[in-house]
């Protein structure tokens, strides 16, 4: 029983700790790399300028869409996913490393 309450709040802990970690390297990519900085540019001004868009990504909900709208939010979409797949690839990069210095000692 106590085996599984340690290995529940490893789990909880980890988690917290990753979601942190992904967190501070979104921001350090923000601040430090052109091209995720861009595509949140993108994305914030798709935001800004079609309100129904911010609505459906804020609060999953939107009367309707007009043409240029869905459009919009399926560059935002875009967007999203070119973003992520930055954070993916520095996020493995990152991992590498952790496993390199680990197996050198």
């Known amino acids: 029983m106590c085996e599984k309450n340690n290995e529940t709040f490893l789990e909880d802990y980890c988690e917290e700790a990753f979601a942190e970690f992904v ?12 091209d995720y900085k ?14 129904n868009v911010r609505e459906i990504i804020e609060n999953g909900s939107c009367e309707s869409l007009n043409s240029e709208e869905v459009k919009a939010l ?3 979409i875009s967007l999203m996913d070119s973003c992520s797949i930055i954070v993916e690839k520095e996020l493995f990069l990152k991992g590498m490393k952790e ?7």
């Open 23 to 34: 967190s501070d390297l979104q921001l350090s990519l923000e601040a430090n790399n052109k």
């Open 74 to 76: 399926m560059t935002y």
């Open 99 to 105: 496993v390199c210095c680990l197996l050198k000692n």
């Open 38 to 51: 861009n595509l949140n540019k993108q994305r914030f001004k798709i935001l800004d300028d079609y309100p």
